[in-house]
């Protein structure tokens, strides 16, 4: 009996594990209107015949949101005399009519939509649309913007679902600090940014050339720079640390040699003189073959205006030393080296603007009189003597596309120049 009754029992366990064993019968999709139910069916992992396990619906759920046609999926079960029947009710997003685009300015809406796999016509995927949002992105930081997107108003419009709304928000810089100054005045660096301003949109590239402007003013030992999130997303705080070179000279030396003999001298330079960026230059000689004084003020103002036009002015009172050989009046003679002295007195006055990134344009006039001082010359020698004012004018053109000015490591410098001058000889022998 005990036998019996152990057989009865294992045949009812396996009756009742085979009741609760539960098989497909069918699969069914609800609500596609645009995307075939084939290609629908294709991505789940449901067949007729096989054994259901919760697992399946929440794995084909993901299946089919990864689709990108879908805003929802939600999967259903009956209970049939066949077996269960899975329907998939899918809500598929609607065929695009427009993309507006706003916000964009640095490129056009034709360039946008050209990088965009949603156009007008297709159905509306968000798989197409996040690569859509990279490929934008991409395409700003090709030419060293930022771009980001408002999130509230990206996708498809509340009230009209057809029309896909790219509502851009382009980066720009929100404010500039300047730190590390200690003599210099913070415009001396502001005015050098020409890009990076408040307002602006912000550009890595143009950044650099920035701070290329601000080393090449050559007040700067090191500059460096740090971009962080501004008020929002769509600005950033830019702070631009320099730490500061000496910019002052003085010495006092003297020099001796068999032509100049000896020579002392007194010289003083500032090339941020005033914490503006202004150069001052003075230098003072005593001395040489005619024991005579020499002096030299030079002054450079290199912002002279908000277009960047610079002011040079030089003005000297100065003995110039010359040498060379004179010739004899007797055919075929050559007298020995000679020396004689010029005093040279006037002033140098430039102005230069830049015509373009690369290139700037000068014109200087100068004026000064010149009077020759001990011509040591035999009665048989011929000496040119000219002595009088020259009044000139010069006009200068460069194409600067060096990366440093003073230690370039990449670029070219080229300079054509023109000088037109008139004599007045009032000494001639």
């Not at 009865?8 to 075939?36: D, F, K, Y």
Request: one cysteine or more; charged letters at 25%.
């Amino acid at each position: 009996m005990r036998g019996l009754q152990v057989v009865l029992c294992a045949l009812l366990v396996v009756s009742t594990a085979a009741a609760q064993v539960q098989r497909i019968a069918e699969v069914i999709v609800r609500g596609n209107v645009n995307v075939p139910q084939e290609a629908i069916l294709a991505k789940v992992s449901a067949r007729a015949g096989m054994e259901f396990e919760e697992a399946i619906l929440s794995r084909d759920r993901a299946a089919l949101r990864d689709m990108g046609f879908f805003s929802d999926v939600i999967p259903r079960v009956e209970n049939t005399p066949q077996g269960v029947r899975i329907i998939y009710e899918v809500q598929e997003y609607p065929r695009i009519s427009q993309v507006r685009i706003t916000g964009n300015t640095v490129f056009s809406t034709e360039e946008i939509l050209q990088v965009m796999r949603l156009q007008p016509g297709r159905l509306m995927n968000h798989n197409d649309l996040a690569a859509d949002i990279e490929a934008i992105t991409r395409l700003y930081m090709q030419k060293g913007y930022l771009v980001n997107f408002d999130a509230d108003a990206l996708g498809l419009d509340r009230t009209d679902p057809t029309i896909l709304n790219l509502p851009l928000r382009e980066v720009t810089v929100e404010a500039v600090r300047i730190t590390g100054l200690r003599k210099t005045r913070e415009r001396v660096v502001r005015r050098e940014m020409r890009y990076t301003r408040p307002g602006a949109l912000y550009n890595l590239g143009l950044i650099q050339r920035d701070l290329q402007r601000v080393y090449n003013t050559e007040l700067f030992e090191d500059i460096s720079y740090r971009a962080e999130i501004g008020s929002d997303l769509g600005k950033v705080l830019v702070t631009v640390n320099v730490t500061e070179r000496r910019t002052g000279l003085f010495s006092i030396g003297a020099a001796y040699n068999n032509r100049q003999q000896l020579v002392g001298f007194l010289e003083m330079y500032e090339t941020n003189f005033r914490g503006m960026g202004q150069t001052l230059g003075v230098r003072l000689e005593r001395g040489g073959p005619a024991n005579a004084s020499s002096y030299e003020v030079n002054f450079v103002e290199p912002w002279l205006d908000w277009r960047n036009t610079s002011l040079a002015v030089s003005v000297f009172d100065k003995t110039v030393y010359r040498f060379g050989r004179v010739f004899s009046s007797e055919p075929g003679t050559i007298g020995d080296e000679d020396r004689y002295d010029e005093r040279r007195r006037g002033g140098i006055v430039t102005l230069s603007r830049p015509l373009s990134e690369t290139t700037r344009a000068y014109v200087g006039v100068r004026t000064e009189s010149v009077r020759t001082n001990n011509p040591a010359v035999l009665p048989t020698e011929i000496f040119i003597k000219q002595d009088g004012t020259v009044n000139a004018l010069s006009l200068r053109l460069t194409h600067n596309t060096r990366d440093v000015d003073f230690d370039p490591a990449s670029g070219g410098f080229e300079a054509v120049s023109l000088e037109f001058a008139q004599a007045d000889l009032k000494d001639v022998g």
